[in-house]
């Protein structure tokens, strides 16, 4: 696609994207607030009530935590005009919910999102969806068998930048792909101050693999969705090493992970995260023959394979064709004006709820992802190359 097709196609989906806004937004208009009630008011919960009770058409009527101060914080958040609950069943029975938002411990989510479609409550569950094999295809078929709205809380998905980017990335802009290499790299020990040892598990749950699925779940997780899509593909076997090399304090998930997923035509996808260097922080780079792009959290830049000639100014190291340095100050970068991604996730929820249809980010996108979140475990802590099976197939 040249400049001038970019610009005109690039108009016209702008566009139909306001005029969709708009009809949406009349929509809106005419509807009932949606009441929501939030499980789990963590940090995590704690900013999606925030941002939720600011988006026009949701009102967040109830929260609930099995720790009496985080559940303080999280009505707190509401001014008070919520309900409390400290089990996540009786709020589910309040019949004015009309869906709940999942944002407990990874390896709670199951049981609380099968409990809430029961209730005949609309569920966005946060990522990684599920934990387990098993639970993952129990929980497709629960929400299959429904007519409820599934939200998984990959929000790339809703981010209007990603979605341009991978659209831009199917167009052929960077060619026939190589490979991704993903990383997100912080420097903290991801612990959280305990006022009671008796409450170590319960506040530091992403530290224990009886609930956690560690750095694949909590962050490799979005990366690894973000290949699914642009591919259109899982992975058809993983490999990868970690662990707890740096913050001995006693955690049982690794501190460190590195992860190689294999996809079909020999695409490879690496997957990092350091806990002990935040270098480059967040960062995902889709390498093909055309070029590089290189994704950060609010920006894109594509390095072409090729520079002319005409814009190496000097040679670098006695060669004239070694342009690594010059294809750095000549990038084209990707400018799209987008909404932050969690809120613009939770207004296509609300959108899914108004209109009664799925949203892309649904059960299945995100029962993918966990299922290679699994592979991603199972390759680490048993020291093994983990195939894909006929079994995991999901649609």
């Known amino acids: ?222 990366q690894i969705d973000f290949v699914n899509w642009v591919l259109n593909a899982t992975p058809d076997k993983v490999m990868g090493i970690g662990g707890i090399d740096y913050w001995k304090d006693g955690r049982e998930t690794f501190d460190n992970v590195h992860l190689m997923y294999n996809y079909p035509e020999g695409v490879k996808a690496k997957f990092t995260c350091i806990n002990s260097n935040k270098r480059d922080g967040y960062q995902i780079k889709v390498i093909g023959d055309k070029g590089t792009l290189i994704i950060k959290p609010k920006s894109a830049v594509f390095f072409p394979s090729e520079v002319k000639k005409s814009l190496i100014k000097k040679e670098i190291d006695g060669y004239s064709g070694a342009t690594v340095q010059g294809q750095m100050k000549y990038g084209e970068q990707i400018k799209v004006k987008h909404t932050e991604p969690t809120k613009q996730a939770l207004i296509d929820f609300r959108e899914s709820l108004i209109t009664n249809t799925q949203p892309i980010s649904d059960v299945i996108t995100g029962c993918k992802t966990a299922i290679c979140v699994q592979m991603g475990l199972d390759a680490m802590y048993n020291e093994e190359i983990v195939h894909w099976k006929p079994e995991y197939n999901i649609s």
């Open 1 to 222: 696609m040249d400049r001038r097709d970019f610009i005109v196609k690039g108009g016209a989906a702008s566009a139909a994207l306001l005029a969709s806004t708009s009809m949406l937004g009349n929509i809106t208009a005419g509807s009932k607030p949606k009441r929501i009630g939030v499980i789990g008011t963590g940090g995590r919960g704690q900013g999606l009530i925030s941002v939720t009770n600011k988006i026009e058409g949701m009102e967040v009527i109830a929260c609930c935590d099995t720790l009496p101060f985080r559940l303080e914080e999280g009505l707190a958040k509401c001014e008070k005009k919520a309900k409390g609950y400290s089990d996540y069943k009786d709020l589910l029975k309040n019949k004015k919910i009309d869906a709940v938002i999942i944002t407990a411990p990874f390896g709670l989510h199951y049981q609380m999102a099968v409990d809430a479609i029961d209730a005949g409550k609309h569920v966005y569950c946060e990522k990684t969806t599920v934990k387990g094999y098993e639970a993952v295809h129990k929980l497709v078929k629960k929400v299959k068998n429904s007519d409820l709205i599934f939200q998984t809380g990959h929000q790339y998905h809703s981010s209007r930048m990603y979605t341009h980017i991978v659209d831009l990335i199917k167009n052929g802009k960077i060619g026939k792909i190589a490979a991704f290499e993903c990383q997100w790299n912080r420097f903290s020990n991801w612990r959280k101050p305990v006022p009671d040892p008796k409450l170590e598990r319960d506040i530091n749950w992403r530290l224990y693999k009886e609930l956690s699925g560690g750095l694949p779940a909590e962050l490799c997780s979005h």
